[in-house]
C-alpha cells in the first residue's frame, strides 16, 4: 500500500499544494490539489488508487508543488501487506 503524509507545521496561513502522480514509467497519472489549514496534517492511503484509480502498482513516485504559503514538508512509504508478500 502507498501512503502519503502532507504536514503544514505550525504556521498561522493556509497553505495550498498541487500533488502530481506517475507510475513506474514516469508517465503522469493524474494531478490533484490538496489544501492545509495552519498546524494541519493529512494522510492518505492508496493515493494512487483513490485519486488515480489505479490498484495494481508495482512502482511509482509523486512530485509536489507548493502553490500557495511555505513550510510544507511531504512524505511517502510503501507498506506491504502481509497477505501480498505470501
Do not use: W
Amino acid at each position: 500500500m502507498f501512503e502519503t503524509v502532507l504536514e503544514g507545521g505550525n504556521h498561522t496561513r493556509y497553505r495550498s499544494l498541487r500533488s502530481h502522480p506517475f507510475d513506474s514509467g514516469g508517465n503522469p497519472v493524474g494531478e490533484y490539489a490538496v489544501g492545509l489549514s495552519p498546524g494541519e496534517r493529512k494522510q492518505e492511503d492508496r493515493p494512487f488508487f483513490s485519486r488515480a484509480g489505479l490498484s495494481a502498482m508495482a512502482a511509482g513516485s509523486a512530485r509536489v508543488t507548493v502553490a500557495q504559503g511555505s513550510g510544507i514538508i511531504a512524505s511517502a512509504s510503501v507498506a506491504v501487506s502481509p497477505s501480498s508478500s505470501r
